[in-house]
């Protein structure tokens, strides 16, 4: 880079330009927007929000290019050097241009220009009265590392009411996120709103009282908690995302994880075990032992589901779990028994992978595909099928060497709701610990999988688990701003994670906590929790000796 080095995050591929002091352009009351073929969505998005902040009608340009023009443009040159995300931003004095390879590079481009105008342009309505907005001269070339650069919210351990999720999309945006992965079912809570089986959030969206803290904890919450997201909420939620260029990617539990479900519909599990009697939707953590049953009418139910489910998700992919599984109810089961020697199989292991490969091959048959948590891999999966990388690498690096598409999201490292120091100020601390230099030193492709199995690394995922993050503001300070590293540590071109110049990335972060503020982020500060953040008395299940990362 050359000359001088604004705040970005994530860190740009390329800036050149002048000092803020020797060189800006004015943004004012003229200022006008020409919005080219394809970008009237980032135009609009400018309006509500760069607008909003700054009180500029941003009206609808001549066409022409003016000196306070803003030109937004899709540009096969920056398609081709760049990529569909890529974009260019150059504002020489004359005007502001915004082309990007796609719409989706605009809108990256327009996230930048946006941070360029300082921390008071992500707030929602004016703070300073009349004023001119100064905006460096600079061209910045930019371009993301990954393809995938998600974020998984949980919201069926507690659930995130809709306008939580919306806001979450527009903290994923403003960070060049592009993949928000609802899980949407588990043994706590269904989710979603299934119009051929009413009872799953009838029955499976409530539960009576919740574990307060790690599962150890002597200490409940005594309040029913539930909830969930109509048909309409999901459209919304996604064209929302949509318009923003996030794709949501729907998780749907099979065949563990799934108590909330046999709870609406007992006949799900496996009653020649459990008998008939219906179990209460799970109020405690871990793994329920309360899986489906492998009969056809239990395919047929998540037939059912999944058909709904791709009618309101465009998402390519789709989640289907498959991790921890207890398989003692299978082992007990008569009915599965039989299932096992009526399909040939070695035991219950290949039971559950017969289980995941229905689903795959039905997936396929529709266009899409599917991905799953790193056990999917025992018993094999279909070409198309991806992993989500959570045990670690390993399941990532088989499974790229394998020949299938990968995810990076190992708990050791991007386990968001793991925490942050050390020490007893943390709240309910749970996990590994996971600063935010750890996160910053982050590497999607481990060392050795060679060019072959790096090019099957899709990207990565932070992952947002919610059994001790009941509420936005626990949410706010599990992820931020660990957020913000992860985003820079997927987005932009990094030398090697040792390399890294986390100092610069501090610097950098010390004008991005002034967005946060803006945003109403309640992140954790450098210097440890407020007294407010703290939850004393609540346990954790901190992992003592936890390996260093590699």
């Known amino acids: 880079m050359t000359g001088f080095e604004p705040s970005l995050i994530p860190l740009p591929r390329r800036i050149e330009g002048i000092p803020p002091a020797k060189g800006v352009g004015i943004l004012d009351e003229c200022t006008a927007v020409n919005a080219g073929p394809g970008t009237e969505?980032?135009?609009?998005?400018?309006?509500?929000?760069?607008?909003?902040?700054?009180?500029?009608?941003?009206?609808?340009?001549?066409?022409?290019?003016?000196?306070?023009?803003?030109v937004l443009r899709i540009c096969p040159e920056v398609?081709?050097?760049?990529?569909?995300?890529?974009?260019?931003?150059?504002?020489?004095?004359?005007?502001?241009?915004?082309?990007?390879?796609?719409?989706?590079?605009?809108?990256?481009?327009?996230?930048?220009?946006?941070?360029?105008?300082?921390?008071?342009?992500?707030?929602?309505?004016?703070?300073?009265?009349?004023?001119?907005?100064?905006?460096?001269?600079?061209?910045?070339?930019?371009?993301?590392?990954?393809?995938?650069?998600?974020?998984?919210?949980?919201?069926?351990?507690?659930?995130?009411?809709?306008?939580?999720?919306?806001?979450?999309?527009?903290?994923?945006?403003?960070?060049?996120l592009n993949v928000l992965h609802l899980h949407l079912t588990d043994d706590q809570g269904w989710r979603i709103e299934i119009l051929r089986h009413p009872r799953l959030t009838e029955v499976g969206a409530w539960r009576a009282r919740t574990k307060l803290g790690h599962r150890a904890s002597p200490l409940w919450d005594e309040r029913p908690h539930g909830g969930y997201y109509t048909q309409d909420d999901i459209r919304e939620i996604v064209a929302y995302a949509a318009e923003r260029h996030i794709t949501v990617v729907p998780e749907i539990d099979v065949p563990g994880h799934s108590q909330a479900a046999i709870a609406a519909y007992p006949w799900l599990g496996n009653t020649d075990v459990t008998g008939t009697a219906a179990p209460e939707v799970w109020d405690t953590w871990g793994v329920s032992p309360n899986v489906l049953a492998p009969s056809d009418r239990t395919l047929a139910f998540y037939e059912d589901v999944l058909t709904e489910v791709l009618e309101l998700f465009p998402s390519p992919f789709v989640h289907i779990g498959g991790d921890e599984c207890p398989k003692d109810q299978w082992r007990a089961s008569p009915a599965a028994q039989a299932r096992i020697r009526e399909l040939g199989l070695a035991g219950e292991d290949e039971l559950q992978s017969w289980f995941v490969r229905h689903f795959d091959r039905w997936l396929a048959e529709r266009g899409r595909r599917l991905i799953g948590w790193d056990e999917i891999l025992e018993g094999g999966l279909a070409e198309g099928?991806?992993?989500?990388?959570?045990?670690g690498y390993a399941g990532g690096i088989a499974a790229a060497r394998a020949g299938h598409d990968v995810v990076m999201c190992p708990e050791q490292h991007v386990y968001l709701d793991h925490r942050q120091a050390a020490g007893t100020d943390e709240p309910v601390p749970i996990g590994y610990v996971r600063t935010l230099e750890d996160v910053y030193r982050f590497d999607p492709v481990p060392p050795g999988l060679g060019e072959a199995g790096a090019a099957r690394v899709l990207g990565a995922q932070a992952n947002l688990w919610s059994e001790v993050t009941e509420n936005q503001q626990r949410l706010d300070y599990q992820a931020f701003p660990r957020l913000a590293a992860f985003a820079e540590a997927v987005w932009s071109h990094l030398p090697a994670p040792a390399e890294r110049d986390y100092p610069a990335f501090e610097r950098r972060m010390t004008a991005h906590y002034a967005r946060l503020d803006a945003l109403g982020v309640d992140y954790r500060p450098p210097g440890g929790p407020r007294p407010w953040q703290r939850r004393p008395g609540v346990l954790g299940r901190p992992i003592e000796g936890a390996p260093p990362i590699v």
């Open 385 to 391: 099928a991806a992993v989500s990388s959570w045990r």
């Open 41 to 70: 969505g980032v135009a609009r998005w400018l309006r509500a929000t760069v607008g909003a902040a700054t009180g500029l009608p941003l009206p609808d340009g001549d066409g022409d290019e003016h000196h306070d023009t803003i």
């Open 79 to 176: 398609a081709r050097e760049l990529g569909p995300e890529g974009y260019r931003f150059c504002h020489e004095g004359d005007g502001i241009a915004i082309d990007g390879g796609s719409a989706a590079g605009v809108f990256r481009g327009a996230q930048t220009f946006r941070q360029l105008l300082g921390p008071e342009a992500f707030r929602r309505a004016p703070v300073t009265g009349e004023r001119e907005w100064a905006v460096p001269i600079t061209t910045i070339e930019d371009a993301p590392r990954f393809a995938w650069r998600g974020v998984l919210l949980d919201v069926a351990r507690h659930f995130l009411p809709k306008d939580g999720v919306l806001r979450y999309l527009d903290l994923l945006a403003a960070h060049k």
